[in-house]
């Protein structure tokens, strides 16, 4: 009887270590949204510091195109001079989608860390709840 006794406690303890050493589909699905999350975040903030290095050139370019011009306009060099008030239109074109990049992967980082705090919550709540039954 004793032994029998013993088994039981042995696979009493047991069952239920096994059972919640296994994640839930819930839980797997929550951590893989999460490392998504923090993925795509990453991957914003590579973008945002490659945005701002591009609008430092941008404004390196207009500055120097603004320079040109005058430098035409003073000489009497005036074809050179349009050609230059078209590289600053078309630097400045560069600089307003640099800049906009810039706005939208912002904006995404901040949707994916609120994301990011969604899924982490969901995987707390799950893994709460595996650990209750």
Known sequence: MSRH???FTVLALAVPAALFAQ??????????????????IRHDARDIHQDRQ???????????????IRQDVRSGDLQD???????????????RRDRRDLRRDRRDIRRDGRDARSDR??????????STH
């Open 81 to 95: 001079a349009r050609q230059d008030r078209q590289d600053l239109r078309r630097d400045r074109r560069d600089r």
């Open 121 to 130: 919550r969901d995987l707390l709540q799950d893994e709460k709840k595996d």
């Open 5 to 7: 006794i013993a088994l």
């Open 54 to 68: 591009e609008v430092r050139s941008d404004r390196r370019d207009i500055r120097q195109d603004r320079q040109e």
């Open 23 to 40: 994640d839930s589909g819930a839980v797997r699905k929550d951590r893989r949204e999460l490392r998504h999350d923090r993925r795509e």
